[in-house]
């Protein structure tokens, strides 16, 4: 049987609580077991919720309550089902295209595509607009790539997506080589085995994370130069031995 909870003729609760209060002001557990003459004695009625029927194109709808000494009775009225406006073909095809979009986000963000993928998929997506407010996670397209929005901003002349690490990551597809830039963090740092065009050589990051210059050597590196083998003593090094930041290696 369900119960409602009627104060100041009014129907204030619907549902009994596993954990209540007595008005004598004890909480007790499992409340919503209590007996039946206890939770009249609470202000607790025995709810009568009998939806009436319907004809196809109509449904009821909960108005309020009717309320007795020893019941408390729903009242339903019934109110015609109004289908929503036909979408014209213009709408279908947005939220085609938006439904598309999604599906491949995801994809595009952990470069799972590859170059064909990225050729045939791209014009799903906008090309890079001057003067355009760009959210984080918008995806548009640049010189034959597609670009990921990292940080929320109104786009500038002055900030070329091939060259604004801090606010695009480019997606180049799998099998092409891009120029090497600089990585601000971890977002956009090479990994290992990402291959990168540099001083028209083609390098291959052997770690993760990797943040320096190909031609950079990294702290405790050791090489050989003049038919002396050296050690570097800093990081991204990227002096000749015996200039700086080197210490012959023994």
Known sequence: MKYVLVENGQVTKTRLPRTGTLKVGNTVSNY?????????????????????ETDE??????????I?????????????????????E?????????AQKLAV????????????????????????????????GDIFTYKRSLYEVIQAHTSQIDWPPDSTASLYKNHTPKGEIEEWRQPLGAHDAYM???????????????????????????LGAIVTHNGQLWISIVDSNVWEPGVYGWEIYS
Do not use: C, M
């Open 68 to 88: 007795y000494e020893d019941r408390v009775e729903a009242v339903y009225e019934i109110e015609e089902i109004i289908p929503p406006p036909i979408q014209t």
């Open 192 to 218: 290992t085995g990402d291959r990168v065009l540099f001083n028209r050589e083609v390098y291959v990051s052997k770690i993760d994370n990797n943040v320096w210059r190909p031609d950079a050597y990294a």
């Open 90 to 98: 213009e709408l279908v095809e947005q939220a085609q295209i938006k």
């Open 105 to 136: 986000k995801s994809l595009i963000q952990n470069d799972s595509l590859s170059t064909e993928e990225i050729i045939e998929l791209a014009p799903l997506f906008h090309a890079y607009e001057v003067g355009k407010v760009y959210s984080i």
């Open 57 to 66: 194109g109509f449904r009821a709808v909960l108005a309020g309550y009717e």
């Open 32 to 52: 919503n077991l209590l007996p039946h003459d206890v939770l009249i004695a609470e202000g607790w009625l025995p709810l009568v919720d009998d939806p009436p």
